[in-house]
Each structure stands twice: as structure tokens, then as C-alpha cells.
Antibody, heavy 120, light 113 residues
Framework: QVTLKESGPGILQPSQTLSLTCTFS??????????VGWIRQPSGKGLEWLAN???????YYNPSLKNRLTISKDTSNNQAFLKITNVDTADTATYYC????????????WGQGVMVTVSS | DIVMTQSPSSLAVSAGETVTINCKSS????????????LAWYQQKPGQSPKLLIY???TRESGVPDRFIGSGSGTDFTLTISSVQAEDLADYYC?????????FGAGTKLELK
């Protein structure tokens, strides 16, 4: 049974760094072809892809967030991480992590999401 | 970036109707290598995370009812829901998984008439 769960700070101030953790079970990020992605959704709005990390540690980022994103993983503890530097109110959203099967870049299992608010 | 344009943005339906949601990409999603279209559809109910319905344009994810049908090729794609049920009322998103950055359509809200 595949599950993913996101965790984060809940609220942070502008200019701080947002650190998110995705803890998963039912699959391994050391398995060939497997990946984990991060996607966010502001309240009442659509989905925005942020970053993917693959079994071989290959990483891809959304260029619209320029150099603010860093994705990483801890294979032995079944976790993936996302950091977003220099946050502002536009980063307020629900953040999801999701599994990517078979190198095909779609997301077959999603976490429940974690809401993050950026406010002074 | 590949831009995904969904239409309509909202749709009011009665139970039992057949509905069609359209998704158009700014570039072809057809791989010349394997002749597959890299387009996925998701359903998101209020307060829930998105759920994968369809990938590779027409392959239904395991456990998804067969009233959900994905079709199309190249730049034009359709999600058809036959005999809509109350449980199908949700937001629907298309996503291209052909090239980075991954991009989603703006969504279609399916509401009860």
C-alpha cells in the first residue's frame, strides 16, 4: 500500500526558507524508474508543478521559481524534501508530494497535502 | 513551456448526462519514439488531494470506473465522463508529462445543475 504524507512549518514569515518533508511508504526511491514530485495549489486555484527527484538522484525544477528550489531525498528513511528560499505571500499554498511511477512523469499517488501560510 | 488550455472552465450537469472536457496543448505531446501521448487527467474533490484518472492520454488508472474515457492525440485531448454520477462532481485537471516543466491546465469544475 503506497502512502505519502507531507509535513511543514504551517506558517512562516516573508524572506524565510520553507522546508518541507515527504515521508512515504509502499515503495522505494532506490527502485529503478521511481520518482517523487512536489506540486502546490493556492487556495481556490490550480495546480503548479515545482520539482521532481528520481531514483538515480536526477532532479528537475520549475524554472518559474528560478533558483529558489532545492529537492533532495533520504532513501534509507523513505523521505523526500523540498526547500524554497526567500518566501513571500505568493508562496502561500497547499503543498503536495506525489509518486511518479515508471519514469513517465505523471503522479499516481498523492499525499494529503500540507498548508503553508507566509505572513508577516 | 507547454501551455495547457482547458475548456470549459465550469460545467453544470445533471446526473446521467455525458460530459466532455477538453484540453489543448501548445505543442504536440506525441512521442515519435513510441507513438504515445504524454497527457494525464486528474480528479480533485473538495478538500481532497488530486486523484489520477488517466495517463498516456487514454490508459485508465487501476480502479477508475470505465465511465471515464480519455482520448485524443497530438495537441487535442478529451476526457469524457459517461452517465455522470453525483460522486463525479469535482475539479478536473489535465497535465502534460511530455517535457519539463510539467504543466497543468487551469481546471474544469463539474457542478450539479
Amino acid at each position: 500500500q503506497v502512502t505519502l504524507k507531507e509535513s511543514g512549518p504551517g506558517i512562516l514569515q516573508p524572506s524565510q526558507t520553507l522546508s518541507l518533508t515527504c515521508t512515504f511508504s509502499g515503495f522505494s526511491l532506490s527502485t529503478y524508474g521511481m520518482g517523487v514530485g512536489w506540486i502546490r495549489q493556492p487556495s481556490g486555484k490550480g495546480l503548479e508543478w515545482l520539482a521532481n527527484i528520481w531514483w538515480d538522484d536526477d532532479k528537475y525544477y520549475n524554472p518559474s521559481l528560478k533558483n529558489r528550489l532545492t529537492i533532495s531525498k533520504d532513501t534509507s528513511n523513505n523521505q523526500a524534501f523540498l526547500k524554497i528560499t526567500n518566501v513571500d505571500t505568493a508562496d502561500t499554498a497547499t503543498y503536495y508530494c506525489a509518486r511518479i511511477p515508471r519514469e513517465l512523469d505523471y503522479f499516481d499517488y498523492w499525499g494529503q497535502g500540507v498548508m503553508v501560510t507566509v505572513s508577516s | 513551456d507547454i501551455v495547457m488550455t482547458q475548456s470549459p472552465s465550469s460545467l453544470a450537469v445533471s446526473a446521467g448526462e455525458t460530459v466532455t472536457i477538453n484540453c489543448k496543448s501548445s505543442q504536440s505531446l506525441l512521442s515519435s519514439g513510441n507513438q504515445k501521448n504524454y497527457l494525464a487527467w486528474y480528479q480533485q474533490k473538495p478538500g481532497q488531494s488530486p486523484k489520477l484518472l488517466i495517463y498516456l492520454a487514454s490508459t485508465r488508472e487501476s480502479g477508475v470506473p470505465d465511465r471515464f474515457i480519455g482520448s485524443g492525440s497530438g495537441t487535442d485531448f478529451t476526457l469524457t465522463i459517461s452517465s455522470v454520477q453525483a460522486e463525479d462532481l469535482a475539479d478536473y485537471y489535465c497535465q502534460q508529462h511530455y517535457s519539463y516543466p510539467d504543466t497543468f491546465g487551469a481546471g474544469t469544475k463539474l457542478e450539479l445543475k
